[in-house]
C-alpha cells in the first residue's frame, strides 16, 4: 500500500522517497564490491604477513581462473534466461576424456584439446537441443544430461588416469609464461574479453540479451530465438570443457569427479555477480567480481586455519545470499 | 427475479445520487492509477442482493480493475468497499472470500484433472478433527450446490471432459458451496454456445431470486440488456451512468460506452491513397479453427486499414497468421501479388512483415533494457562498424536511436535511459520506432494507444501517419473506435471471425463500426452461431 500510494500521488515524501531509493541503489550495485574490498581489508589486516602478498593474489588469481572460466560460459545460458547443471559433470568428464585421449589412446597433445574442446561444444549441442526443442525444462534436462556422464565417466575410468600423461601438458596449467602469473590467468583473462565482446558489442550478444530480457518480444522483434539459445549452451559447454582440460593439466591426472564442485562455486559467483554493477541481469564483469569473492572467501578461510568442512558452508551461504541479493535487486529494479 | 428488493432511488443517467443512500455492497470513491494511467476514479457503485447487475464499458474502460479490487487482487489508491456497512479489507482475496464474494473468470480457474467435487472443494473443504478432509460432510453442500445449478453429470467426472458451458456450471456450483452471497461473472458467454448460454441465463436469474448479488461483465448487450436488473456504464475508470431494467435501450447503451455522440469523427484527416496499383498486402479467404472464419482485405502502399470489432472478433489472430506465428487453416496472403509463405516470425519479418504487439510490456519490450537497446533491436545488422564482421558500431547505434527519438518525438531523458521508466505513450511510439528503420512494407499495430492518454495517442497516430506517408502499408488493429474513425483510411470489421463490413472514407463512422462490430450472429446471412 505504501509503495502504490506513494507513487499516485508524489507530493508527500518525495524527497525522503528519493533518498531511500539512491541509497537502495547503491547498495545493490555495490555491495558485493564492498564484500569483497572489506573482505580483503579484514584479512589483510588479520593475516598482513600470509594473506597480503603477492604470491598469495596470484595464488588467488590461479584459484579463480577455472571457476571464473566455467563461470563465464554458466553466465551465458543465464543470460538467455536458461540453466545449465551440467557444466560441473561436464567439466569433470571431458577431464577424465582427454587423460585418456593422451594416455589410452597416445593422441597428440593439441588434437587431445581440440576433440575434448569439440565433445564440450557437443555436450552444449544437446542441452541446447533439448531445452530448445524437445522443450524439456533446462534443470531437468541439463541435470539429466550431466547425471549420465558421470555413469559414462564411471565406465571409462573409474580410477584416476595419470600414467601417460605428457609432462607437456601439465606445464600448461602448471606453467608461468609471462611475469611469473600461472597460464590459466591469462586463459580466464582472454575468455573473459572475447565473451565480454561478444556479449556487448555484437548484434549476436543484443540478441541473446533481449531473449533473456523478453523472449516473447525477441521472437516478435525476428530474432531466432532457439539458435541464441542454443549458442548459449554451445558456449557453457566450451567452457566447462577448457575448465575441465585446465584441471587435468593441473591435478597431472583425469580424476572421475574431479570439477563437479565447479557448479556451485560457478552459479554463486554467477548470482553474485548479477547483483553487481546492474539490477539483476547476468554480466561477465559481474562473474569475475563474483568468482573473486569466492576465492578470496575460500582463501581467508584457509589461511585462518578454519576447517574444510567450514567451506561448503561458506560456499553454500554464498549461493543463498548470491541470489537472495540477485533476485532482490531485479524486484527492485522491476518496482522503480 | 428479485430486483424489487433492490427499489431505489435512481434514475437513468444519474449515478451521483446512490453516495448517499445504503445497499448492501457499496463501493465508494474508489480510484486507482497504474503507471500515471488513470484506471478507476472516484467510482460509485452499489450492489444489491437478489439483483443481476451489468458492467459495461469498452475495452480499459476500468471494468476489470473494479472487479479485480473487489477480489482483493489489486489495491484501490483511494477509496472503500463496504459489505453490509463493514470496511472489506482491500488486497485480500481471503477476506473477499469470507465477505462471500465469488469471482468467474473467462479463464476459469479449475484443476482439469481434478473431478468435479475436488474443484468445488479445493481450497475450502470441510475437514475432520484430524485435519483431513472430511469427503462425506464436504459432498454434502457441494451436492447441494451441483443441484441448485442443474449439474446433472455425476460428481466424479473429471473437469477435463467437461465442455465449457459445464465448466461454467461446475464455478458457480464452487461459489455456492461456499455460500457466495456475490458472483461475478466475466465476459461468460464469450465462448458459450446458445444453448448453454440459456441455460446459464436461467441459473443467473434463479439465483438471484435466491438473494444472490450478480455481476455480469459482457460486451454482448442485448444479453445484458435482457438480463441485467441494473446497469452500470464505465468509461475511462469512471462511472458516466446508470440505469435501471427499462430504461436504456441498445442505442442509448453504445452512446453511453462511446461517450458521445456517434458519428462525429472529429480530426479526421484521410491519406491520399493509391489505390490502382498492386495492393502490398491482400487476405484471400484466411482462416483458421474457430477465431478466423474466411476473411479478405487488400492494403494498399500508404494505406492505413483499420480492423475493428470486439475482443475475440479475430482481429489479433489474423495479424498472427499474417505475420507467421500461427499456421493458416485456410485461405492464403498475397504479398505484392506473389503468394506469401511465412512459417515463422523471422520469416515474416525477412518478407517486410512487422508487428507491433498488443501487450506492450509482455511481448514488446525489453524492460530493463534502454531506449537505444530497444529501438535498435530490428535493424542490428545494418549497424555493424564493418560490413560483414558481426562486430556493432555503438557510434552508429547512438545516432540512430537518437534519429528515431527525435523523429517520433519520443519523450525520454536519454537515449540510454530504461525504457521501462517511459510512460505509456512514448514506449509505444519506441516499438513503432524499432520498424522505422528497417525495409518494412506491412506494419501491423495492434491496440498501439491502449492504455495512453489522448495526447499521447495523438502523437502515436501522427507517427503511424508519417510512416504511412512513407509508404508502408498498416494494419491498425483498434478496439477504440473513435481512432478508426479518426485515422483510418480503410476499416474492416470482424465479428466472431467474419467480415461483417467494409467501410471506405466518409462511409468510415463510430456509429457503422459498432453496428457492424455488434452485429449479431443471427442477422448473418449463412452464419450459424
Known amino acids: 500500500m505504501t509503495i502504490a500510494s506513494a507513487k499516485a500521488d508524489q507530493t508527500p515524501g518525495r524527497a525522503a522517497n528519493a533518498t531511500r531509493r539512491a541509497v537502495l541503489t547503491f547498495v545493490s550495485r555495490y555491495a558485493t564490491f564492498i564484500g569483497l574490498l572489506a573482505m580483503i581489508f579484514f584479512f589483510s589486516v588479520g593475516a598482513p604477513d600470509t594473506f597480503f602478498s603477492r604470491a598469495n593474489f596470484i595464488n588467488i588469481l590461479s584459484q579463480a581462473s577455472l571457476t571464473a572460466i566455467i563461470a563465464a560460459g554458466l553466465t551465458y545460458t543465464l543470460v538467455v534466461g536458461e540453466f545449465d547443471l551440467s557444466i560441473g559433470y561436464v567439466a569433470s568428464f571431458i577431464g577424465l576424456m582427454v587423460a585418456g585421449f593422451m594416455a589410452k589412446n597416445g593422441l597428440p597433445i593439441p588434437l587431445s584439446i581440440l576433440l575434448a574442446l569439440m565433445i564440450g561444444v557437443g555436450l552444449g549441442l544437446i542441452n541446447g537441443v533439448l531445452v530448445t526443442k524437445v522443450r524439456i525444462n533446462a534443470v531437468i534436462a541439463t541435470l539429466g544430461v550431466g547425471t549420465m556422464l558421470s555413469g559414462i565417466g564411471f565406465s571409462y575410468s573409474a580410477f584416476p588416469i595419470a600414467m601417460g600423461i605428457p609432462r607437456a601438458f601439465t606445464q600448461i596449467a602448471i606453467g608461468r609464461t609471462l611475469f611469473g602469473i600461472p597460464n590459466p590467468v591469462f586463459v580466464m583473462l582472454a575468455i573473459l574479453v572475447i565473451l565480454w565482446t561478444v556479449l556487448n558489442k555484437t548484434d549476436l550478444g543484443q540478441k541473446m540479451q533481449a531473449v533473456g530480457s523478453n523472449i516473447e518480444a525477441a521472437r516478435l522483434s525476428g530474432i531466432r530465438v532457439d539458435r541464441i539459445k542454443m549458442f548459449a549452451f554451445a558456449t557453457a559447454g566450451f567452457c566447462a570443457a577448457l575448465t575441465g582440460i585446465l584441471l587435468t593439466s593441473l591435478l597431472g591426472s583425469g580424476t572421475l569427479g574431479a570439477a563437479d564442485g565447479y557448479l556451485l562455486d560457478a552459479f554463486a559467483a554467477v548470482f553474485l555477480g548479477s547483483a553487481t554493477l546492474r539490477e539483476g541481469q547476468f554480466h561477465i564483469v559481474g562473474t569475475l567480481v563474483g568468482v573473486l569473492v569466492l576465492a578470496v572467501g575460500f582463501n581467508g578461510l584457509s589461511i585462518f586455519g578454519a576447517p574444510t568442512n567450514f567451506h561448503p558452508i561458506f560456499k553454500g551461504g554464498v549461493l543463498i545470499v548470491a541470489v537472495g541479493l540477485s533476485t532482490l535487486a531485479r524486484r527492485y529494479a522491476s518496482s522503480v | ?529
Open chain 2, 1 to 529: 427475479m428479485g430486483s424489487d428488493s433492490a427499489a431505489q432511488t435512481l434514475s437513468a443517467g444519474d449515478p451521483g445520487t446512490n453516495r448517499a443512500t445504503g445497499g448492501w455492497l457499496q463501493v465508494r470513491g474508489l480510484s486507482k492509477h497504474f503507471a500515471g494511467e488513470v484506471a478507476l476514479h472516484d467510482v460509485d457503485i452499489t450492489f444489491e442482493r437478489g439483483e443481476v447487475h451489468g458492467l459495461v464499458g469498452a475495452n480499459g474502460a476500468g471494468k476489470s480493475t473494479l472487479i479485480r479490487c473487489l477480489a482483493g487482487v489489486t489495491v484501490a489508491d483511494r477509496g472503500h468497499i463496504l459489505i453490509g456497512g463493514t470496511e472489506l479489507r482491500q488486497g485480500s482475496p481471503q477476506a473477499a472470500e469470507k465477505a462471500g464474494l465469488a469471482f468467474i473468470h473467462q479463464e476459469l480457474n479449475l484443476v482439469p484433472h481434478f473431478t468435479v467435487l475436488e474443484n468445488m472443494l479445493l481450497g475450502a473443504p470441510k475437514v475432520t478433527r484430524l485435519g483431513l478432509i472430511d469427503w462425506k460432510r464436504s459432498g454434502v453442500g457441494a451436492r447441494a450446490a451441483a443441484e441448485r445449478v442443474g449439474i446433472e453429470f455425476p460428481l466424479d467426472t473429471k473437469v477435463s471432459e467437461l465442455s465449457v458451458g459445464e465448466r461454467w456450471l461446475v464455478m458457480i456450483g464452487k461459489a455456492l458451496a461456499r455460500d457466495a452471497a456475490m458472483i461475478a461473472m466475466d465476459e461468460p458467454t464469450a465462448s458459450l454456445s446458445a444453448a448453454e448460454s440459456e441455460q446459464l441465463f436461467t441459473i443467473v436469474r434463479d439465483l438471484a431470486a435466491d438473494g444472490v448479488a450478480i455481476v455480469y461483465v459482457s460486451h454482448r448487450l442485448d444479453e445484458v440488456l435482457d438480463l441485467c436488473d441494473r446497469i452500470t456504464i464505465l468509461r475511462d475508470g469512471r462511472v458516466v451512468d446508470q440505469a435501471v431494467r427499462g430504461h436504456l435501450d441498445k442505442r442509448g447503451l453504445i452512446r453511453a460506452i462511446i461517450g458521445h455522440d456517434v458519428g462525429s469523427g472529429e480530426g479526421r484527416r484521410l491519406n491520399e491513397v493509391d489505390r490502382s496499383g498492386m495492393p502490398v498486402l491482400s487476405a484471400r479467404n484466411v482462416a483458421r479453427g474457430h477465431a478466423v472464419k474466411g476473411v479478405s482485405f487488400d492494403l494498399y502502399r500508404g494505406e492505413i486499414l483499420g480492423l475493428g470489432g470486439l475482443i475475440g472478433a479475430g482481429r489479433t489472430e489474423v495479424a498472427r497468421l499474417a505475420f507467421g506465428v500461427d499456421r493458416l487453416g485456410g485461405g492464403h496472403f498475397e504479398l505484392n501479388g506473389q503468394r506469401l509463405a511465412v512459417e515463422n516470425e523471422t520469416q515474416a519479418i525477412k518478407q517486410g512483415i512487422a508487428l507491433v504487439p498488443e501487450e506492450r510490456r509482455s511481448q514488446g519490450l525489453m524492460l530493463d533494457h534502454s531506449v537505444n537497446f530497444n529501438v535498435t533491436l530490428a535493424s542490428l545488422k545494418a549497424l555493424r562498424s564493418v560490413p560483414g564482421l558481426p562486430f556493432l558500431s555503438s557510434g552508429k547505434m547512438r545516432a540512430q536511436a537518437r534519429r528515431l527519438v527525435s523523429e517520433l518525438s519520443i519523450k525520454t531523458p536519454s537515449i540510454s535511459t530504461k525504457i521501462g521508466a517511459l510512460s505509456g505513450g512514448n514506449q509505444q511510439k519506441a516499438l513503432i520506432a524499432r520498424w522505422l528503420s528497417s525495409h518494412t512494407k506491412v506494419l501491423i499495430l495492434d491496440e498501439p494507444s491502449r492504455g495512453v492518454d489522448i495526447g499521447a495517442r495523438e502523437e502515436i497516430h501522427g507517427a503511424i501517419r508519417e510512416l504511412a506517408q512513407s509508404g508502408v502499408g498498416i494494419i491498425l488493429i483498434s478496439s477504440d473506435v473513435e481512432e478508426l474513425a479518426i485515422i483510418a483510411d480503410r476499416v474492416v470489421v470482424l465479428h466472431e471471425g467474419r467480415v461483417t463490413g467494409e467501410l471506405v472514407g466518409d462511409e468510415i463512422t463510430e456509429a457503422m463500426i459498432i453496428e457492424l462490430s455488434y452485429h449479431d450472429g443471427a442477422d448473418l446471412q449463412g452464419e450459424n452461431a
